[in-house]
């Protein structure tokens, strides 16, 4: 009985490890990662694969299949750079921006992850509301901040560092019009290996 376990879990993997390839091979053939509907019905299907625990370990995985997961990561943050730049830039056709951040499909993830971003911070630093907090890589799209500002640490500066000065012309705009968010959440144009006293302030 154990070794049939054992078989169909082998089965499992090389299925998963064949479809999630799959995927990779349609992604990368695509002209553009911009949201559409290939590429959003290829990552929710990329989404589904992933999502049961699979006991996969990757340093085992042969030399082609690691260097196809390696490339198929840069393809998925690629994709989420231009998920968060479309968003962002219809969000910021409104005026006032935020009164519509639900549209954002993911949304209420972020505010899951903003709760438990804080309940985290909160266990691990001697002031649960600190002066200051940085960001860093933080997008057209920093949803992360916008919560934490906006639900949990509401009277903290917020810098969001990030290197392309179009995604913080698309971050600005979204708090622009929110009297508190605007003052509080401060946009830097810079590359993090750049920045030496600004940090520790």
């Known amino acids: 009985m154990g070794s049939l376990g054992s078989l169909n879990q082998d089965q499992d993997q090389e299925l998963l490890i064949k479809n999630v390839c799959e995927i990779y ?11 559409s509907k290939d590429v959003d019905t290829l990552f929710t299907q990329l989404v589904h694969s992933c999502i049961p ?31 968060e730049s479309h968003f962002s830039t219809l969000l910021g056709s409104y005026e006032i921006p935020l009164d519509h951040i639900n549209i954002f499909p993911y949304y209420t ?9 804080y309940t985290i911070l909160s266990n691990y630093i001697a ?50 019009a929110d009297d508190d968010l605007s003052k509080r959440m401060i946009f830097h144009d810079t590359d993090i290996m750049d920045v030496t006293n600004g940090l520790s302030d």
């Open 53 to 83: 625990p699979s006991p996969i370990d990757v340093t085992k995985l042969s030399a082609k299949v690691q260097e196809i997961r390696s490339k198929l990561i840069r393809l998925c943050g690629e994709a989420e750079g231009h998920l």
């Open 127 to 176: 002031n649960p509301n600190p002066n200051h907090i940085a960001f860093i890589g933080s997008g057209p799209l920093p949803l992360t901040s916008v919560v934490l500002a906006s639900n949990h640490l509401r009277t903290t500066t917020f810098h969001n560092y990030d290197i392309n000065p179009l995604a913080n012309a698309l971050a600005r705009n979204l708090v622009a």
């Open 109 to 117: 993830n972020y505010i899951k992850l903003g709760r438990l971003e």
């Open 25 to 35: 091979n349609s992604l990368s053939t695509l002209e553009s990662l911009k949201p």
